[in-house]
């Protein structure tokens, strides 16, 4: 039950990232130009470029107005 609350966890983490990074439309087109591959129980994915996308991690009184931001997105969704 742990493992499966801590797997929760990561994906979700790991889901967030990637909205930061890309647009929806771009994951959809990634997905399906992607594959799970039951042999090796993991997904194939084509080789892809992010162009002009640097990771800076901001400032606290950033950080907040960047949660209060990403917080409205959400209601939006």
């Known amino acids: 039950m742990i493992q499966l609350r801590q797997q929760d966890s990561d994906v979700k983490f790991y889901r967030r ?3 930061m990074v890309m647009r929806n439309e771009d994951i ?3 997905k399906m130009k992607s594959q799970f591959d039951d042999a090796i129980n993991d997904w194939v994915i084509p080789v892809f470029l992010l162009k002009n ?3 800076t991690l901001p400032s606290l009184s950033i950080k907040k107005q ?3 931001m990403m ?3 959400k209601q939006h969704r």
């Open 53 to 55: 996308k640097e990771i």
């Open 71 to 73: 917080d409205e997105e």
């Open 66 to 68: 960047a949660q209060d």
């Open 28 to 30: 959809a087109k990634l």
């Open 17 to 19: 990232i990637v909205e």
